[in-house]
């Protein structure tokens, strides 16, 4: 698989991913099938829209050329997570072979390269493609004639400010729009001259998408990290529930394909692969020309159109499940970051961005999500580690976590992150290995967020997860007590 193609670390994520490379409308689920048929229609395949998932995504490899391997890529009626990638890196891969070619088939494929433009926003109407074209090149705007219909002079205009030499050849509307999308190195179908002689929408499109590259605008792309922050912010703050149930999460992740739903700190991975999903929904991680997200064996968490932001969870208060009275446990002390070379390197290249959330964890001190852990584990395999605590006593796991404050900081440059470090936000440390045999592993920055204020470009508080009521578990709800807020969505 190419490396610089971004996997998707869920079946949510990459469903969400899949769908927007496509142009179908949102049909109001957002399970993978939603994404699976809407991808074969934009392949132009003939799929039974009531065979299973697992079909559906052996004839969309075989489309496009990729394995599909039992247990694997599928198993029983069900697509996996590597199955979904395998369709999703496929179809990347597609559509950036059909954004290099001259020419393609149809206006549909033509729409399709749009998707290979990831700071590009269509025009929603040919008036508003002409405008952009004409403030693109300072000339003034005008009204389309009947039937909307553009001026050739506009195509005129354009020729002799990007390539006047191409005037001598292309004599008439039709030629001169296909020139200008060899010029641009965009593809073109005479379909896109009606005919009336007018190009259509998806033919301006192409154009205008060609220019704007040349320029170097960005119709679709924030302008500061402070606009990008506060939007991704927003999103997370209408997505995310107000209280993670410990039992229902691992569920969550366990079902959309994660590796990492076995584990003491299940709050920290949920935030990261409930977070890419619900931003992959809004704002898709481009299928071409995504910022780059590998460092090393490093991998950040989320690529917009624009920027790359990692994210992390971070316990600031603990309490005691079943209560006993005492007040909640300030937790102090910095936190970690990533892996030190990685961060300064895209640092250097791109910025890096973090979206940082700090909450409250219930301590279970009953035990009782710890035993379920363990057990529902064995279901699928999982066994216990071999480490033993040097106390002899394994401390209580959180049974449930609570979002209190959400902030987005960005590290625009070197620069910036060195008077980071300055400032004592930022601090590089050595790792050690756990267990028998301790090793040093490669340095990580760590933070300490209470002198990060010059770096935060947006912010989201809860209401104080503290005030809300215990009431004893039932049968139906062997819970920690206190009742789950929110929805966990992505069905």
């Not at 729009?177 to 301006?204: D, I, Y």
């Not at 895209?346 to 940082?356: A, K, R, S, V």
């Not at 959330?357 to 852990?373: A, M």
Request: glycine residues 8%.
């Amino acid at each position: 698989m190419d490396p610089t193609f971004s996997e998707a670390m869920t079946i949510a994520e990459a469903s969400a991913r899949m769908f927007a490379m496509t142009d179908a409308k949102d049909a109001g689920s957002r399970g993978p099938r939603r994404s699976l048929l809407a991808l074969s229609s934009a392949l132009g395949l003939e799929v039974d829209s009531n065979a299973v998932n697992a079909v559906v995504g052996a004839q969309i490899a075989e489309a496009l050329g990729v394995e599909w391997i039992e247990s694997w890529h599928y198993r029983q009626y069900q697509i996996t997570l590597e199955g979904m990638n395998n369709l999703l890196w496929a179809a990347s891969r597609n559509l950036r072979q059909l954004s290099r070619q001259s020419q393609v088939d149809d206006l549909d494929a033509l729409a399709q390269v749009l998707h290979a433009f990831p700071t590009f926003k269509p025009a929603k109407g040919k008036q508003e493609g002409v405008d952009r074209l004409q403030d693109l090149i300072g000339k003034p705007r005008y009204k389309l004639g009947p039937g909307g219909k553009e001026y050739a002079a506009t195509l005129e205009d354009l020729a002799d400010h990007f390539a006047p030499e191409i005037r001598r050849t292309a004599t008439n509307k039709h030629a001169l729009a296909q020139a200008l999308c060899r010029e641009f190195g965009v593809p073109w179908t005479r379909k896109a001259v009606s005919t009336a002689g007018t190009v259509t929408k998806q033919g301006l499109n192409m154009i205008l998408a060609g220019a704007e590259r040349r320029t170097g605008t960005k119709s679709a792309a924030w302008m500061t990290a402070e606009e990008e922050g506060r939007a991704l912010v927003a999103e997370l703050a209408r997505e995310l529930p107000t209280r993670w149930d410990g039992r229902e999460s691992v569920r969550w992740m366990r079902e959309n394909g994660s590796t990492k739903w076995f584990g003491s700190e299940w709050f920290g991975w949920y935030f990261e692969e409930f977070s890419r999903a619900i931003l992959n929904e809004k704002f898709p991680t481009p299928p071409v020309g995504a910022p780059r997200t590998k460092y090393g064996e490093t991998l950040f968490d989320y690529a917009s159109p624009t920027r790359v932001w990692d994210m992390k969870g971070h316990s600031i208060l603990s309490r005691d499940v079943p209560p006993t009275g005492k007040r909640p446990t300030e937790i102090t002390g910095d936190f970690w970051l990533n892996d030190a070379a990685a961060m300064r390197d895209c640092i250097d290249e791109q910025g890096l961005g973090f979206l940082i959330v700090d909450g409250l964890s219930d301590r279970d001190l009953s035990g009782n999500f710890h035993s379920w852990l363990y057990a529902y584990g064995a279901n699928y395999g999982k066994k216990k580690t071999s480490y033993k605590p040097s106390t002899g006593k394994s401390r209580p796991r959180k049974a449930a976590w609570s979002p209190m404050l959400l902030r987005a900081i960005w590290i625009q440059n070197i620069h910036e992150m060195n008077a980071g470090i300055a400032a004592g936000w930022l601090k590089e440390e050595p790792q050690w290995s756990y267990g028998a045999e301790k090793k040093k592993r490669n340095p990580k920055f760590q933070g300490k967020l209470e002198k990060a204020g010059p770096w935060i470009v947006a912010a989201h508080e809860w209401p104080d997860p503290r005030d809300s009521r215990y009431v004893p578990p039932t049968e139906s709800h062997p819970g920690d007590g206190f009742p789950v807020q929110g929805s966990l969505g992505l069905d």
